[in-house]
């Protein structure tokens, strides 16, 4: 029964949703470096930074966890 409720839950707040990029690979930047995160594709070529991934699928991610959380209320993160 339990396995039931918890698809449930998860269909409807998104978390059986596909992510992209497959695989999700992060270069981490060193504490007080002043860089940012870098995704990377499966050969280790930057392909964005993760600010920049997060925020061109920030509408998206609205629809599902809605404006406060994805940053759009208020226009925060919009910056």
């Not at 599902?64 to 226009?75: Q, R």
């Amino acid at each position: 029964m339990g396995g039931g409720v918890g698809a449930i839950v998860d269909g409807a707040n998104g978390a059986s949703n596909r992510l992209s990029p497959s695989p999700l690979i992060v270069q981490l930047a060193p504490a007080g470096s002043g860089k940012g995160a870098q995704l990377l594709d499966k050969k280790g070529s930057v392909v964005m930074s993760v600010k920049a991934h997060n925020d061109s699928v920030r509408t998206d991610v609205t629809k599902t966890i809605g404006a406060k959380l994805s940053g759009l209320e208020g226009n925060a993160g919009l910056e």
